[in-house]
T-cell receptor, first 112, second 115 residues
Framework: AQSVTQLDSQVPVFEEAPVELRCNYS??????LFWYVQYPNQGLQLLLK??????LVKGINGFEAEFNKSQTSFHLRKPSVHISDTAEYFC??????????FGTGTRLQVFP | ETGVTQSPTHLIKTRGQQVTLRCSSQ?????VSWYQQALGQGPQFIFQ???????GRGNFPPRFSGLQFPNYSSELNVNALELDDSALYLC??????????????FGEGSRLTVL
């Protein structure tokens, strides 16, 4: 069975500092991996996705993630965060049956 | 191009009642998936509809049911509501299924409170 673990429930960081949100997955088959962002009282917005090819994936709003098969990780990074990046971030894996399996989320809080 | 729209945005029900949530998929999308997001949790897959047929179901009891219409809009029905059904219900639309599934586009959700 596939699963996703987000290691940090909350990540506080100061504005303009770098940030890394950690995600580990388990899967016995090829994976498609995703990061979504959820702003307060809104739905989910796709940040980036890994389907195949280059292991470094660039997304919107300056975010990027690196697929590491040996460590079964897909950590999300941004070199310099803004106040507007404050949100909930979800890592997800898509199963062979097509459904998305989400982690429990990481709350990124950016302080001025 | 219109996005995914859901209605109602908020509603309150009491235990034992029934609720219907609605979703209009993004233009051109033929697949709709429903997710339940409890407070402080990640979304959990309920089921998916493709061309009016259920095409996959998560670990939810039969009192969670759905429909997809010829225009690809969809409904989620929940009977005999329980307190634990309180959650944000998210609809997502996409084009195709399986390996050919395109990106999922989510609506803003319907927040259900069961008292």
């Amino acid at each position: 069975a596939q699963s996703v673990t987000q290691l940090d429930s909350q990540v506080p960081v100061f504005e303009e500092a770098p940030v890394e949100l950690r995600c580990n997955y388990s899967s016995s088959v090829s994976v498609y991996l995703f990061w979504y962002v959820q702003y307060p009282n809104q739905g989910l917005q796709l940040l980036l996705k890994y389907l195949s090819g280059s292991t470094l994936v660039k997304g919107i709003n300056g975010f990027e993630a690196e697929f590491n098969k040996s460590q079964t990780s897909f950590h999300l990074r941004k070199p310099s965060v803004h106040i507007s990046d404050t949100a909930e971030y979800f890592c997800a894996v898509r199963s062979i049956t097509d459904k998305l399996i989400f982690g429990t989320g990481t709350r990124l809080q950016v302080f001025p | 191009e219109t996005g995914v729209t859901q209605s109602p945005t908020h509603l309150i029900k009491t235990r034992g009642q029934q609720v219907t949530l609605r979703c209009s998929s993004q233009s051109g999308h033929n697949t709709v998936s429903w997710y339940q997001q409890a407070l402080g949790q990640g979304p959990q897959f309920i089921f998916q509809y493709y061309r009016e047929e259920e095409n996959g179901r998560g670990n939810f009891p039969p009192r969670f049911s759905g429909l997809q219409f010829p225009n690809y809009s969809s409904e989620l029905n929940v009977n005999a509501l329980e307190l634990d059904d309180s959650a944000l219900y998210l609809c997502a639309s996409s084009l195709g299924t399986g390996l050919n599934t395109g990106e999922l586009f989510f609506g803003e959700g319907s927040r259900l409170t069961v008292l």
